[in-house]
Structures are given as C-alpha cells and as structure tokens.
C-alpha cells in the first residue's frame, strides 16, 4: 500500500495567487515526522517544511504552511502569494518513528505558476 | 547550498560496468542516506549509514553496496550496471540520532547516472 499519497500530477496557479498541494499519508506509527521537498528543474531536492505527529500547532515557514489533519491522515502544503520560481515539483515525504529513519516520498505535484 | 556534496555530477557508462558514487555530508552530521531518482520508481531509499555503521537498508540491489569511512563520508557502489539503473542517486545527510525532532534531511545536488 502507499504511504505517501499525492493524487495532483500538475497544478497551475496564478502569480500571486495561494496554492494548495495534497498529500495524504498512511501508517500505524503514533510517532511520525512529514516533510516537504522543492525540486525545481535543475534537480536539487530543498527541504521545506516539517510537521510531526505530535505537534499541536500547524507549521509555517514564511509562504509556506502545512495544512496537518490528523485525523484524515493528510499534510497539505499551503503555498501563498506565489511566484514565477516557485514552478518545480514538490514532494511529500514521511518518517516513521522517532530519530534519523528513512524518508518514504510520494509521486510528486508538478507546480506551474502562470504570470 | 544544503551542505552536503556529490561527486561527480554526471556519469555516463556502459551496461556491465562498475561506478563509485561519493558523498560528503554536511558537517558534523553522523547519518548518510542514499536514495535513487528514476522515472518509473520515483524516489527510493536505498540505504543508511550511522557513524560508520549500517542503519537501515532499502530497495537496494545486490549489485550495489556502500559504506561510510571515519571521516564519515559515504560511497555507493554500483556494479554489472544495467540499463534500468540509469537514475539520479541523492545523498542526504541529517545531524542527530535519536529523540523527538524534525531530523529532517538535507539532500546534495546529485549525480546523474546514464547507462549506455
């Protein structure tokens, strides 16, 4: 089964517009971490944003917050005001447990912002 | 600049051959991971190192091993190379072991493997 779920292949947003990414997620683990990844077209994969499963409060990082409902099992990422460099793919990842475990990525959301 | 650095960039070989791929993580952190970028499997944790040791292992084939030296950077080797193989191959690094904490992890550009 997949752990990490995103069912956008693309998206396109106006310039300045806020943009919201899926991502659902599946495990049994109570202690989990989720993350977002940038990749823009020259390949690097840039760390985000990060919410653990036991934080009250969603997580924010400038124009970037994550929409985390527990319950759902989903970790939306809110991308606001965006801009023209914001087109890349972005990727939801998950750790399961606590400490330096390996990251499980989903399939990716292709972001195009439009001028 | 994450930090962390990726030699070398580019790779182009031919089926049957044998490459090293080498990582340095950034600075002061223990752990190295690798994970393979391809078109059809996505991304994919092939294996982790701790301080010199194996930590946790993934879809990685046969052919391909890896280790991390004392001075904690990491090679991954990849052997009897196949066309399917050709992928980008991330390192990521991340600084603390256990507890609670993002421990998020910090990926260098990659290197870019072509199969001929």
């Known amino acids: 089964a997949q752990k990490i779920t995103q069912t956008q292949p693309g998206m396109f947003v106006q310039e300045k517009e806020a943009v919201t990414l899926d991502c659902t997620y599946d495990?049994?683990?109570?202690?989990?971490?989720l993350f977002w990844y940038k990749q823009p077209s020259s390949g690097e994969m840039i760390f985000l944003i990060y919410?653990?499963?036991?934080?009250?409060q969603n997580a924010t990082e400038g124009r970037y917050s994550l929409n985390f409902q527990k319950a759902r099992k989903s970790a939306n990422l809110v991308i606001s005001a965006s801009q023209l460099g914001d087109s890349a793919m972005y990727f939801c990842?998950?750790?399961?447990?606590?400490?330096?475990?390996?990251?499980?990525f989903g399939k990716g959301t292709r972001l195009s912002v439009i001028a | 600049d994450s930090g962390v650095t990726q030699t070398p960039k580019h790779l182009i070989t031919a089926t049957g051959q044998r490459v090293t791929l080498r990582c340095s993580p950034r600075?002061?952190?223990?752990?190295v991971y690798w994970y393979q970028q391809s078109l059809d499997q996505g991304l994919q944790f092939l294996i982790q190192?701790?301080?010199?040791?194996?930590?946790a292992k993934g879809n990685i084939l046969e052919r391909f091993s890896a280790q991390q030296f004392p001075d904690l950077h990491s090679e991954l080797n990849l052997s009897s190379l196949e066309l399917g193989d050709s992928a980008l191959y991330f390192c990521?690094?991340?600084?603390?072991?256990?507890?609670?904490?993002?421990?998020?992890?910090?990926f260098g550009p990659g290197t870019r493997l072509t199969v001929l």
């Open positions: 990521a690094s991340s600084a603390r072991n256990g507890g609670a904490g993002p421990h998020e992890q910090f």
């Open positions: 495990t049994s683990d109570p202690s989990y971490g």
């Open positions: 919410q653990g499963s036991y934080d009250q």
């Open positions: 990842a998950m750790r399961e447990g606590e400490g330096n475990t390996p990251l499980v």
């Open positions: 600075s002061g952190d223990l752990s």
């Open positions: 190192y701790y301080n010199g040791e194996e930590r």
